[in-house]
């Protein structure tokens, strides 16, 4: 199976705890505000994504992680826009068995295409690990 992924780049927390939510953000400046945003993502186990504080998807559909399922969508930007803010609220649970969830490395991939412009996770994306949601 050929990747999907052109441009993006699995990443994650080294300090994310077993069994935790971590938020990713990324600010990119916009130099084609007219056109979609187009976007590609999956996580390891959960993700949530906000464009712009608006909640877009939540995913991915459950599967293999050797089989890389995705989603893709789309995100209109308002006129005038001149920057986008991103950010995934990921979650990832280790050494708990739940039926539907095959073990796995905690990770994040996306990219996103936005008339010539096209990025996609790196080491550049912040991360926090959120220790309110903590559930060791």
């Known amino acids: 199976m050929t990747n999907p992924f052109s441009k ?6 080294r300090e994310t ?9 990324k600010t990119v400046p ?10 590609r993502i999956t996580a390891s186990y959960h993700y949530e994504l906000y464009v712009n504080g608006t909640f877009i998807a939540r995913g991915p559909v459950h599967g293999d992680p050797h089989w890389c399922q995705y989603d893709e969508l ?48 790196d080491a550049s994306w912040k991360c926090l690990p959120l220790e309110m949601w903590l559930q060791e």
């Open 74 to 121: 789309e995100y209109a930007p308002k006129d005038g826009m001149s920057l986008l803010h991103v950010a995934i609220l990921v979650h990832h649970s280790s050494g708990t068995h739940l039926h539907y969830q095959l073990p796995a490395p905690g990770g994040l991939i996306a990219e996103l295409r936005v008339g010539g412009q096209h990025l996609g996770t």
């Open 30 to 39: 916009l130099s084609d505000a007219s056109s979609p945003v187009h976007v």
């Open 8 to 13: 993006g780049k699995w990443i994650w927390c």
């Open 17 to 25: 705890p077993n069994n935790a939510y971590t938020l990713f953000v």
